[in-house]
């Protein structure tokens, strides 16, 4: 299985704070993607990076993407209480497209 | 609003009992797919659909069953649920820049 890790499982920090996770895989992608999961929700997108992209940013998020290492981190930056939820990264497999493969997630804690 | 719906949001069966929970989209996108998460092990996928009359296997596809009659509606059918599919079920379409978009979950025990 394809199937990432995430690291830390569990982060907890003060608001205002920066929060940073990674995330590792196994085989090759196409593109990598992180996910918030608020506390037994669906899930929201929120950022895609591609395997040519070495750094992508989104607001408050900065996404980098090492290849070669197969690992990627997700910073946000100045967090809120608001941003306490699941990250997850999520995979696709290299000769397809269609199939995605998700870590294990981070559960953060912001503090207010 | 764009949204995908799934029905029933909380189901309690026993072993054996055939289920099927819907799932829906508004937003006329053609790829559909479903998932399980279990604690640990964050989401698995059990089946996709790149668009109607169209599925094939995600990582854990064993004891489901899917079909794609229609664009907006992807079903997951579970013939003889057994205790272990007792799991929190996510359906998700995809749009054209490969982000998915999540239903709000399906809670199954099977007992």
């Known amino acids: 299985s394809q199937q990432g890790e995430e690291d830390p499982q569990a982060l907890s920090i003060q608001e205002g704070e920066n929060a940073t996770m990674n995330c590792s895989y196994k085989?090759?992608?196409?593109?990598l993607q992180w996910y918030r999961q608020n506390s037994g929700r669906g899930l929201v997108h929120l950022i895609l990076?591609?395997?040519?992209?070495r750094e992508k940013h989104s607001g408050r998020l900065r996404v980098t993407l090492d290849t070669s290492k197969k690992s990627s981190s997700l910073l946000i930056t100045a967090s809120r209480a608001a941003d306490t939820a699941s990250y997850f990264c999520?995979?696709?497999?290299?000769?397809?497209?269609?199939?995605?493969?998700f870590g294990s997630g981070t559960k953060l804690n912001v503090k207010p | 609003e764009a949204q995908v719906t799934q029905n029933p949001r909380y189901l309690i069966t026993v072993t054996g009992k055939k289920l099927t929970v819907t799932c829906s989209q508004n937003?006329?996108?053609?790829?559909m797919s479903w998932y399980r998460q279990d604690p640990g092990l964050g989401l698995r996928q059990i089946y996709y659909?790149?668009?109607?009359?169209?599925?094939d296997k995600g990582d854990v596809p064993e004891g489901y069953k899917v079909s794609r009659k229609e664009k907006r509606n992807f079903p997951l059918i579970l013939e003889s649920p057994s205790p272990n599919q007792t799991s929190l079920y996510f359906c998700?379409?995809?749009?054209?820049?490969?982000?998915?978009?999540f239903g709000p979950g399906t809670r199954l025990t099977v007992t």
């Open positions: 999520a995979t696709d497999a290299i000769d397809n497209f269609n199939k995605f493969y």
């Open positions: 085989t090759s992608i196409n593109n």
């Open positions: 990076i591609r395997s040519n992209e």
């Open positions: 937003m006329n996108h053609e790829y």
């Open positions: 659909s790149m668009n109607v009359e169209v599925t």
């Open positions: 998700a379409t995809k749009g054209s820049l490969y982000e998915q978009y």
